[in-house]
């Protein structure tokens, strides 16, 4: 058998989780691998030339980074069960779809996960202190995850253009709840 994939990527990663359901699908022999912060410095940054995930490593040592990238990449090496249609207005609908999910789907994914911290902040702080330091120990992960993870959740409102005046206030009016904007 010849050497599998390599996927670096992590369980919190939406991206990561679209790869792997693609590696898995066309059954694409893979070794995951945790995208610690040793993987960022040793082999994503040199490779890519910036700190980000999903990255596959083929046998023949190319590194692809990019959902679409990658399983572009890889369609034609795995052509059984394809992902993408046959005919074209199909293929049209399927890619459109995928625009959709992959550049608009993540932002309420990124607003729920991050502005409902009481409920998420354990999740969050977990994920984050186990891409730093897997090896530790698991009631210290979420507080080497403390940094991280609010240096990363405060940065993806401005990343997607969200600003105070996007904002929407609960209010309560009447017993009814009332959305308004926050113009300040």
Known sequence: MSQPYIFYGAEVSLYSGKVRAYLRYKAIPFEERLATLAVYRQII???????????????????????????????????????????PAQRLVAL????????????????????????????????????????????????IGLLPAFKFGGRYQNYFGIGKPMHAQSTQVKGHSKISQNNA
Not at 59 to 67: K, N, S
Not at 71 to 80: K, Q, S, V
Request: hydrophobic letters at 40%.
């Open 45 to 87: 940054v040199p490779k890519i030339g910036r700190p980000i995930i999903p990255v596959v490593q083929t046998p023949q040592g190319e590194y692809l980074q990019d959902t679409t990238v990658i399983i572009d990449a890889l369609e034609p090496r795995f052509p059984d069960h394809p992902v993408y249609p046959d005919t």
């Open 96 to 143: 459109l779809l995928e625009l959709y999910g992959d550049e608009w789907l993540v932002m309420p994914a990124m607003h729920y996960r991050w502005q409902y911290k009481r409920q998420n902040l354990g999740t969050i702080l977990r994920a984050f202190g186990n891409l730093l330091r897997p090896q530790s120990p698991a009631w210290l992960k979420p507080i």
